[in-house]
């Protein structure tokens, strides 16, 4: 049974920093692509980062480039998500996916595997 576990959401201040983690079972870790998700009230849900299988390419969104990274730990099959210099339009709820194809993941943000879920929130 494939899991996806977030934890590391919290509350910071404008130009603070968290790390979001996506603990993964049930998956061959480094043959599927994860990605960060976020959704914030009342808006639709956007890619954030992906890490390609493998693990050799990272992508971002425009908007966090330069602030966040992702990496993977292969002996935790764990995915993390650097985010520096946030900023209260960060705020959403992020999620982990995985998937073994990687365009239907980071350009469709079709999964069948979705996290639960951790809460950012960045106050000015």
């Known amino acids: 049974e494939v899991q996806l576990a977030e934890s590391g959401g919290g509350l910071v201040q404008a130009g603070g920093s968290l790390t979001l983690s996506c603990a993964t079972s049930?998956?061959?870790?480094?043959?599927?692509?994860i990605a960060w998700f976020r959704q914030a009230p009342g808006k639709e849900r956007e890619g954030v980062a992906c890490i390609s299988q493998s693990h050799n390419n990272t992508y971002y969104r425009d908007s966090v480039k330069g602030r966040f990274t992702i990496s993977s730990d292969n002996a935790k099959n764990t995915v993390y998500l650097q985010m520096n210099d946030l900023k209260p339009e960060d705020t959403a709820i992020y999620y982990c996916?995985?998937?073994?194809?990687?365009?239907?993941?980071?350009?469709?943000?079709?999964?069948?595997?979705w996290g639960q879920g951790t809460q950012v929130t960045v106050s000015s």
């Open positions: 996916a995985a998937s073994e194809q990687l365009l239907s993941l980071w350009i469709m943000s079709i999964s069948h595997y």
């Open positions: 049930g998956i061959t870790f480094d043959s599927w692509a």
